[in-house]
Every structure is written in structure tokens, then in C-alpha cells.
């Protein structure tokens, strides 16, 4: 099955630097790759994803990027802000509809400083 | 419009006990997931039902975990019996279908089971 992993585990910023968070993954028949924000005792909420034929998607200050012949995806947050705070979870799903089920990293934890 | 529900928020319960809960996902949407976080760790699917059909429950301890959405709209995931390594947040998840889309997933609260 497909197995995604994430790093780093935890990334400490300071405030208005950028933060990068990376992920790999093994089936490369996997073509959607969501990534979820997901505050202390609260539930995961989508933030962005990406699709397997776009290379790049941005949106404000968060982009996405995706490198399909390396099976790497990639999180990039500017300007951080201390709300951006909170553990950050890449995944990926190789079907739509019923084939959905997505399968996610093991989270990094980042921490915006003052 | 309303979010996916799930009860209870917390339950403690001893080792060999059993448990349920309960989904009610976000109306219309014909998808549902239910998924185990353990601490420290990303959501783990258990299993995925399309309207009241099983679609992926290769991930489902079946010797003991249980789950069913009869009627194509609520769901209830049941532990019997518990053990420790149970101990995780269960979210329920559901998503819209539309064919060939890509549906986002939206997460419900989660229930934090605490096995003792």
C-alpha cells in the first residue's frame, strides 16, 4: 500500500521567516495530495492541495509543490504568524470517488516564535 | 452549513470493555470515513463507506472492531473488547462523491478514547 513520509517532525520559526515542511510518498499511481492543519484538541481542516497534473498552487501565503518523478511534495508558509502554529500533515490518495481514502504523513509540529 | 458530529467527545473505559460511537456526517455528503489517531501519530484509516456499503475496510481490526451505517447517513464504530493500545482519537470524516471530482474530506471532532 502506499506509505507517506514527513519531515521534519517538528520546526521552530521565527515570526516573518518561512517555514518548508516535505513529503515523499511510494505509489506513484497516487494523483491528489491534500494538506491538513490541525490545532491542539481540534480536527484536522484542509488548508491547500494539489493535483498530480499541476506542479505548483498557491494561495496567499502558503504554497504547494510537487515533484512527480521524485514522488516529493512539498509545504511552504511565508511570513509566518504564531497562528500558524499547529501540527501539519501532508497525505495522498491515488483515486476520486470511492477510492479516496487518503493516507498521511506523521505530522510536523510547528512552533512561529516571537 | 454543519459540520460532520461525532459523540462522545471523551470516553475512559477499562481494558476488555467495550465501546461505541457515533458520526453523523455532513448532509448529503455520500462518503464516510472513520480514522484512528494515535498520539504523536497521523489519522490511520479503519474503514470507508460509500452510502451504506463498505467500500475499504482492509485496515479494520476485525476481530474486534465493528462498524455499520445502515441507513446511508449515521455511523457507529464499536470496540469489543478494548484494549490499550485503543487509546486514540477516532474522527469521522466525510466527503460529498461527485463522481470524478476529488471530494475534500471534512473532519468531525474527533472522540478521545482513553483505555485504562
Known amino acids: 500500500g502506499e506509505n507517506v513520509e514527513q519531515h521534519p517532525s517538528t520546526l521552530s520559526v521565527q515570526e516573518g521567516d518561512s517555514a518548508v515542511i516535505k513529503c515523499t510518498y511510494s505509489d506513484s499511481a497516487s494523483n491528489y495530495f491534500p494538506w491538513y492543519k490541525q490545532e491542539l484538541g481540534k480536527r484536522p481542516q484542509l488548508i491547500i492541495d494539489i493535483r498530480s497534473n499541476v506542479g505548483e498552487k498557491k494561495d496567499q501565503r502558503i504554497a504547494v509543490t510537487l515533484n512527480k518523478t521524485a514522488k516529493h511534495f512539498s509545504l511552504h508558509i511565508t511570513e509566518t504568524q504564531p497562528e500558524d502554529s499547529a501540527v501539519y500533515f501532508c497525505a495522498a490518495s491515488k483515486g476520486t470517488g470511492t477510492a479516496s481514502k487518503l493516507t498521511f504523513g506523521t505530522g510536523t509540529r510547528l512552533q512561529v516564535t516571537l | 452549513e454543519a459540520g460532520v458530529a461525532q459523540s462522545p467527545r471523551y470516553k475512559i473505559i477499562e481494558k476488555r470493555q467495550s465501546v461505541a460511537f457515533w458520526c453523523n456526517p455532513i448532509?448529503?455528503?455520500?462518503?464516510l470515513y472513520w480514522y484512528q489517531q494515535i498520539l504523536g501519530q497521523g489519522p490511520k484509516l479503519l474503514i470507508q463507506?460509500?452510502?451504506?456499503?463498505?467500500?475499504?475496510d482492509s485496515q479494520l481490526p476485525k476481530d474486534r472492531f465493528s462498524a455499520e451505517r445502515l441507513k446511508g447517513v449515521d455511523s457507529t464504530l464499536k470496540i469489543q473488547p478494548a484494549k490499550l493500545e485503543d487509546s486514540a482519537v477516532y474522527l469521522c470524516?466525510?466527503?460529498?462523491?461527485?463522481?470524478?471530482?476529488?471530494?475534500?474530506?471534512?473532519f468531525g471532532p474527533g472522540t478521545r478514547l482513553t483505555v485504562l
Open positions: 463507506f460509500q452510502n451504506n456499503g463498505v467500500v475499504d
Open positions: 448532509s448529503g455528503h455520500a462518503t
Open positions: 470524516a466525510s466527503s460529498l462523491h461527485r463522481g470524478a471530482d476529488y471530494n475534500e474530506q471534512f
